[in-house]
């Protein structure tokens, strides 16, 4: 079974957890491919898809945008999953509006999307100004939340489903 992992990302970290998810499908025995989403081409040609993208002020990147639009087709026909990857800080802080880019999300479970997940961000101060100034005002074991226990556990869900 082939498992297309496509995902948008602006300073890489949001590929790592693409990587991961892909990592974790292909232990699981399935053939997994991770691909920026502006490169992922041929969507029919796989049997379930996983999208993922970085947030940027409450948005999705455009390349995740695009993605969803121009094959909202082929996804509507396929088991397919979501996530987006922002929060970073105190996560006593967390604000689900900043996090959820809600009509996006609203489109993908419209065309079927059997989840959609949250996974923590990182920030880190070599990614712009702004990236720089968020970076100096977040404790430092707060600035990479990404929490790969949770990530791979999540792929390992998504295993099972299509095995069953
Ligand atoms: C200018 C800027 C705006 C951001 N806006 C959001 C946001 O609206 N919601 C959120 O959850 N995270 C936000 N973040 C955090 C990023 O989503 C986080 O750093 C993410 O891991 C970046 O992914 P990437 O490395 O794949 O680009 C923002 C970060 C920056 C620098």
């Known amino acids: 079974m082939a498992v297309l992992v496509a995902y948008a990302s ?23 491919d991770c691909l920026e989403a502006a490169e992922a081409g041929d969507v029919g040609a796989y049997d379930a898809v996983v999208l993922g993208s970085a947030v940027y002020m409450k948005r999705w990147q455009g390349d995740a945008r695009h993605f ?11 088991p397919f999953w979501v996530f987006s990857s922002g929060p970073t800080g105190d996560p006593a802080e967390d604000d689900a509006a900043w996090e959820e880019p809600k009509r996006t999300i609203a489109k993908a479970e419209k065309l ?6 949250v996974f923590g961000g990182r920030i ?12 100096e005002n977040t404790p430092e074991e707060f600035r990479d939340r ?15 489903e299509l095995a069953g």
């Open 124 to 135: 880190s101060p070599e990614s712009g100004r702004m990236a720089k100034a968020m970076a």
């Open 112 to 117: 079927g999307a059997r989840d959609h997940v």
């Open 68 to 78: 969803l639009r121009r094959h909202s087709k082929e996804l509507s026909g396929l």
């Open 146 to 160: 990404r929490d790969w226990a949770e990530i791979r556990s999540w792929a390992a869900g998504i295993a099972a």
């Open 10 to 32: 602006k300073h890489g970290s949001t590929a790592e957890i693409a990587e991961a998810i892909a990592a974790e499908l292909r232990e699981r025995g399935l053939d997994a």
